[in-house]
């Protein structure tokens, strides 16, 4: 892990899972390319030339390597996904010509697929993840500049392995903080409780603090196999307790509270949680704003309600699952929650 990442690494490899920034919409100005007869993926090839993947690696110095892997909208991903990319990465890292991966990726869930490899992947390489808001041959569009952008943050020399990192808009984020804030706009990607830890701009990349690898927590990607049922119910006002009590009928093993901030859930949605409590079920309490931390309250604590933090319920969800993987005790999970 700690290994200097030399030039004498001279291949970049590009994997393109699908989404906005691999979609060629059939109308220039048609916001809706992602329905059926508005926009199509493109193959390899098209990627590479509107791209311009070539130049890019002339540019760089480098070789990019595109790997072939079948385009999938990135609101169907699953764990399995999750499995098949982090299995792929560490097949890339073990051959000593890799530099870094960047990973093109849907902005439905691209925080989620972040997070989750963050958790998982220990490569003495960086992970670079990024998409757009809008087709790669869509007006305005930002595929090829977050792309570039991406490459330019792979291509940089790390004295130690910065693990995985979002790239969008010219601005670099840990999965750790960094979430979707809008629909549409190309600055969607922000990280409401930190800020981005760096920036690129033209060619130069610029970090403010140093990229470093989370703290292993004993999270492996096999466990992405068997991850258990995990529930997010979030909290408006009325909700009478049913959705936590249908998440209870159908044996999930953790459920997380999306709800109002500072972080409690309706009179009903709190008798329901606690009845999961008794059922063994782990209960997780986040907020459904985008920032600020969610404490320990003490009618938490005296149910066995832990607190997210300022973790999104996304990322809640995620983090409680493979805890929950791990067998981990209550205990052991509040401490899991404290220090990530």
């Not at 990726?105 to 490569?123: D, Y």
């Not at 984020?173 to 800020?195: E, I, M, Q």
């Not at 920036?199 to 403010?208: G, H, L, R």
Request: include cysteine; hydrophobic fraction near 40%.
């Amino acid at each position: 892990m700690s290994e200097t990442i030399t030039m004498t690494a001279n291949i970049i490899a590009f994997i393109p899972t699908g989404g906005t920034i691999g979609t060629r919409a059939f109308n220039k100005s048609d916001l809706d390319y992602g329905s059926k007869g508005h926009g199509e993926y493109a193959g390899i090839s098209e990627l590479r030339r509107e791209l311009h993947v070539e130049e890019l690696a002339d540019d760089l110095g480098m070789e990019i390597q595109v790997e072939g892997v079948e385009p999938l909208d990135s609101t169907a991903i699953t764990s399995e996904t999750w499995h098949k990319i982090a299995e792929r990465c560490e097949e890339l890292s073990q051959d000593a010509r890799v530099r870094a991966i960047v990973i093109s990726h849907g902005t439905a869930s691209l925080e989620e697929t972040a997070f989750t490899l963050s958790l998982v992947l220990r490569l003495r390489i960086p992970v670079i993840i990024t998409g757009s808001m809008r087709p790669f041959n869509g007006e305005s569009s930002d595929a090829e500049a977050n792309l570039t952008a991406a490459f330019r943050v792979g291509a940089r020399t790390y004295k130690k392995s910065p693990g995985v990192l979002v790239v969008f808009n010219k601005e670099i984020h840990l999965p750790r903080y960094v979430t979707k804030t809008h629909t549409g706009n190309l600055d969607a990607f922000k990280s409401p409780d930190s800020k981005p830890i760096g920036t690129v701009n033209d060619d130069k990349v610029s970090f403010d603090q140093d990229p470093l690898l989370p703290e292993d927590l004993g999270f492996r990607m096999d466990m992405l196999k068997h991850l258990p049922k995990v529930d997010i119910v979030y909290s408006s006002a009325g909700n009478d307790g049913t959705q936590v009590k249908e998440s209870i009928k159908r044996g999930v093993k953790g459920i997380v509270s999306a709800g109002f901030a500072p972080g409690l859930g309706t009179p009903g949605e709190e008798k329901a949680f606690a009845e999961a409590r008794l059922k063994g079920i782990i209960v997780v309490q986040s907020s459904r704003v985008l920032s600020g931390e969610v404490v320990d309250s003490e009618d938490h604590k005296a149910v066995g309600i832990i607190a997210a933090g300022n973790l999104s319920p996304q990322a809640a969800k995620i983090l409680l699952s493979f805890s929950l993987a791990r067998k981990a005790t209550l205990e052991k999970i509040g401490g899991i929650f404290s220090k990530i």
